[in-house]
């Protein structure tokens, strides 16, 4: 299985930036994913979620309103666009599978729950 996150770079405050995930080696319909971030010093925490149809969609209440995860099924590819950047949203993302033939919900923000991880890509927020 392999997870490969691309898309991130060095934006202004109030840019965008989207970020894709291309999973391989998985049957990608069977998996929620999502996106998790790890500022340095800090913990990796829950950005969203996505069921494996697309019809549930999750955030973390800090970038609710500016970020947007979708899904191409067709493609075995999650994206995350990023609007209105801000510099706290400056951190490794990370894009993640998690087996959607289990009871997710509960476990959709607990990183600990998911079997597959991307390599990052690095986030960069600043003028």
């Known amino acids: 299985v392999q997870l490969q996150a691309s898309g991130g770079g060095l934006v202004q405050p109030g840019g965008s930036l989207r970020l894709s995930c291309a999973a391989s080696g998985l049957t990608f319909s069977s998996y929620v994913m999502g996106w998790f971030r790890q500022a340095p010093g800090k913990e990796r925490e829950f950005v969203a979620a996505?069921?494996?149809?697309?019809?549930?969609?999750y955030y973390a209440d800090v970038v609710k309103g500016r970020f947007t995860i979708s899904r191409d099924n067709t493609k075995n590819t999650v994206y995350l666009q990023m609007n209105s950047l801000k510099p706290e949203d400056t951190a490794i993302y990370y894009c993640a599978a998690l087996d959607a033939r289990s009871s997710w919900y509960p476990k959709m923000k607990n990183m600990y729950e998911y079997a597959y991880w991307g390599q990052g890509t690095q986030v960069t927020v600043s003028s």
């Open positions: 996505i069921s494996w149809s697309g019809g549930s969609i």
